[in-house]
């Protein structure tokens, strides 16, 4: 199911059961806000809270394997943050036959990972001339925003770009 018709069934099987949507948003858990906008087809629900409605609504919601798509797409991203492309490269040789998206997402954080260790590396050395210093901080800043930039835009299936990256792996 795609958000949209998410939105449709959950507010077909609410009004069916007499429910406003601040009722079902009370029972839930959740903002009146966020029922609007799942009805409406603005937003994809989590499938905590997809969880939540149907079991008020009296419904069982099937998920596919998307949900555990962007959970692997996710993960690779992330490991960003650990700039250890061992991580990523488990990941990738494991799921990489499973999905062209994880193949693609893949090899861009270990092109970007091992990237980033060369700069790591070379900053580390330009220590000893001082501006290795502020290279270090830079990196760190670089790496930190474009791995929470690049992991929101995964989750809200849009593009990403890792930039300053030598392709590595092809």
């Known amino acids: 199911m795609n958000q949209h018709e998410i939105g449709k069934k959950v507010a077909e099987l609410r009004t069916a059961k007499g429910l406003t949507q601040e009722e079902l948003a009370l029972r839930c858990g959740i903002k009146e806000r966020i029922v609007q906008k799942i009805e409406s087809g603005a937003i994809s629900p989590r499938i ?9 609504l009296d419904y069982q919601f099937t998920f596919d394997e998307n949900d555990d798509l962007k959970f692997w797409l996710l993960t690779l991203h992330l490991s960003n943050f650990l700039v250890i492309p061992i991580f990523p490269l488990i990941i990738w040789l494991m799921k990489k036959d499973e999905s062209p998206e994880i193949d693609g997402h893949g090899k861009d954080v270990l092109n970007f990972q091992i990237t980033m260790m060369i700069y790591l590396f070379v ?5 000893l001339f001082i501006v290795g210093i502020v290279l ?14 690049n992991s929101i835009n995964v989750v809200m299936e849009r593009d990403y770009k890792y930039y300053f990256t030598i392709r590595f792996v092809k």
Do not use: M, N
């Open 48 to 56: 905590l809270v997809l969880k939540k409605i149907g079991l008020e």
């Open 123 to 127: 900053s580390l050395f330009l220590v």
């Open 136 to 149: 270090l901080l830079a990196l760190s800043l670089y790496i930190t925003i474009i791995t929470i930039i």
